[in-house]
């Protein structure tokens, strides 16, 4: 008589999902997934309050990505026929030009050698005038992009999902090369549909999702010395397994690798884990009473003179900066015209992801109406979730 494994995997998100799915697909029947929220899929979090797709979590889907790769021949995609604005706090608007090659010039940032005994914020500042302003000739771009200094700096952090570019020597993620892909209907969603045979036809449905214990946050996996992995969940549950494939987020695994696994993974596991630096973005939907932009994405750059001096002081501050400076563009939503994706950045996220409802749009009312025009209406409501200070980035 054959023996199938039991296999146990923690986390729903779209890595399990993919590792349930592919298990499934090849016999391997006797799956359980852990997942520590009420809902599967991680950071892809799709909702539709009025119909139209919302998604709070990852929305753009990069050409160069494994997503892409994935749902490429399903017709799910098209090309964001959107452009990208970039308004300054003192010099307005910014020309279609001077926003190319400034957002051009991040990536060959990101690219340059660093040391390894120079921290990413040492070499930012070291790096930022060779690599950045001295590639711009006409002196006001050259004094533009240079105040946007602060901007680039949080945006690289953004992009490659750090609160800010840190003291240590970590590696970053490479920030993506294009976010010209949008969902067609849907939204991010879709992805966790195809991993699981569900879309384009249910009756192909690998059934995966029969498989998910939702709510089982898993505290602790003894896998040494035993003939069975023990998985312990905070809800009291325990389950046995001959294979365990851990999908937790990489700041959850940061957090708590050394506690969660004995005995301890190895030396080097744990330096890989360690040196690899996740913290999270903040990316909020704005719902607004009619759409009063244009069809670009845009986004906003606090000169360094008006950095402290915003006019606002409702909220939470740091080292003189009130989390209004965070906010550092708007995307447009593909699926709903009046909806509008707040992007933030920097050390102040975990505490914006708490602000009171009234002040977060008021907040985001005083930030557009300086950058955009007295025409810029107040958002209504947002969609808010907690992630980064809840301690699930």
Request: glycine share 8%; with cysteine; net charge positive.
């Amino acid at each position: 008589m054959q023996h199938y494994p039991r296999v146990i995997i923690v986390g729903a998100g779209a890595a399990g999902i993919a590792a349930a799915s592919r298990l499934v697909a090849k016999g391997i029947g006797n799956v359980t997934v852990l997942e520590a929220e009420d809902r599967i899929g991680g950071r892809i979090h799709t909702i539709r309050p009025e119909g139209d797709a919302i998604d709070l979590g990852a929305a753009r889907c990069p050409s160069n990505s494994l997503a892409h790769q994935i749902v490429k021949d399903f017709g799910l995609l098209e090309a964001k026929r959107t452009g990208t604005a970039l308004f300054h706090s003192k010099f307005g608007r910014a020309s279609t030009q001077f926003v190319g090659t400034l957002f051009g010039r991040l990536s060959a940032l990101h690219d340059l050698d660093k040391p390894k005994d120079v921290t990413w914020h040492q070499h930012f500042h070291q790096h930022y005038q060779s690599c950045v302003v001295d590639h711009f000739s006409d002196e006001p771009d050259r004094l533009l992009a240079l105040d946007c200094m602060d901007f680039m700096k949080k945006t690289l952090a953004m992009t490659t999902g750090l609160f800010s570019l840190g003291s240590g020597g970590e590696r970053l993620a490479a920030p993506p090369t294009t976010f010209g892909m949008v969902w067609k209907r849907g939204g991010f969603r879709v992805l966790l549909d195809v991993l699981m045979r569900s879309y384009p036809n249910r009756k192909h449905s690998l059934n995966v999702e029969d498989k998910i214990r939702l709510n089982s946050k898993v505290e602790h996996i003894s896998w040494k010395g035993e003939e069975e992995i023990r998985l312990i969940c905070s809800n009291g549950s325990v389950f046995v397994a001959d294979y365990v494939i851990v999908t937790a987020p990489l700041g959850a695994l940061k957090r708590q690798h050394c506690t969660l696994f004995s005995p301890q993974l190895s030396d080097r596991k744990r330096k890989a884990i360690e040196l690899l630096k996740a913290e999270g973005v903040l990316k909020i939907p704005l719902h607004f009473p009619k759409k009063w932009w244009d069809d670009n994405d845009f986004f906003l750059a606090w000169g360094e003179d008006d950095l402290k001096c915003v006019g606002f002081n409702r909220g939470p501050q740091k080292n003189g900066h009130c989390w209004i400076t965070s906010l550092v563009g708007f995307q447009i939503n593909s699926e709903n015209s009046k909806v509008l994706h707040a992007l933030f950045a920097g050390e102040l996220i975990p505490e914006i992801e708490q602000i009171e409802e009234e002040v977060l749009l008021d907040g985001v009312h005083f930030v557009t109406q300086r950058f955009c025009g007295d025409f810029a209406d107040r958002p209504t409501k947002s969609e808010r979730r907690v992630r980064c200070s809840a301690g699930r980035s």
